[in-house]
T-cell receptor, first 115, second 111 residues
Framework: ETGVTQTPRHLVMGMTNKKSLKCEQHLGHNAMYWYKQSAKKPLELMFVYSLEERVENNSVPSRFSPECPNSSHLFLHLHTLQPEDSALYLC??????????????FGSGTRLTVV | RKEVEQDPGPFNVPEGATVAFNCTYSNSASQSFFWYRQDCRKEPKLLMSVYSSGNEDGRFTAQLNRASQYISLLIRDSKLSDSATYLCVVTSPNTGNQFYFGTGTSLTVIP
């Protein structure tokens, strides 16, 4: 399998549930990202992992918890979310450092609805 | 001030028309520029990078004006399949080449 794969594609969860989003990249990239996309708003960077270390948090609420066990996998653990957290959550990967040509590759996203 | 600003549109143009989008950025140290395309309910996909000398890919032409801090995308001979949201992306070395996305410009090509 190639590219960036996200699962699940759709998720409906209650405010007391705990769930996790998964992202996997097969591009040999060394950086992975979580973005949130809400209607009529620009993509919001949530977390950056570069060389498996988290380098940016961007003041995301603690009810979102990322995990990056290796350079190919990225998780976003969700708990006690609010209805306003309903959005499209996009994972992306890129190559950073010497020789990097730029450009992100995005996964298809997880459309999350919090009820 | 926002890192990247785009006119959200919507732009509704007839098939065959030429349409141009502009995007301004605030950080003069920005080094890399891209246009992404996002179809409805899909993920953004890289359309083209924007080089200082300008670049063309078929019906699409991207230009960079560093003095005025804007980039543009020109689409000639619009097709129905060009209907999408076009996202302007700028990176900044000050923040580890983090991507900054514009809100996107919505284009609908009408038969």
């Amino acid at each position: 399998e190639t590219g960036v794969t996200q699962t699940p594609r759709h998720l409906v969860m209650g405010m007391t549930n705990k769930k996790s989003l998964k992202c996997e990249q097969h591009l040999g990239h060394n950086a992975m990202y979580w973005y949130k996309q809400s209607a009529k708003k620009p993509l919001e960077l949530m977390f950056v992992y570069s060389l498996e270390e988290r380098v940016e948090n961007n003041s995301v609420p603690s009810r979102f918890s990322p995990e990056c066990p290796n350079s190919s996998h990225l998780f976003l653990h969700l708990h006690t979310l609010q209805p306003e957290d309903s959005a499209l959550y996009l994972c992306a990967s890129s190559h950073v450092g010497t020789g990097a040509s730029g450009g992100y590759t995005f996964g298809s996203g997880t459309r999350l609805t919090v009820v | 001030r926002k890192e990247v600003e785009q006119d959200p549109g919507p732009f509704n143009v007839p098939e065959g028309a030429t349409v141009a989008f502009n995007c301004t950025y605030s950080n003069s140290a920005s080094q890399s520029f891209f246009w992404y395309r996002q179809d409805c309910r899909k993920e953004p996909k890289l359309l083209m990078s924007v080089y200082s000398s300008g670049n063309e890919d078929g019906r699409f032409t991207a230009q960079l004006n560093r003095a005025s801090q804007y980039i543009s995308l020109l689409i000639r001979d619009s097709k129905l399949s060009d209907s999408a949201t076009y996202l302007c992306v700028v990176t900044s070395p000050n923040t580890g080449n983090q991507f900054y996305f514009g809100t996107g410009t919505s284009l609908t090509v009408i038969p």
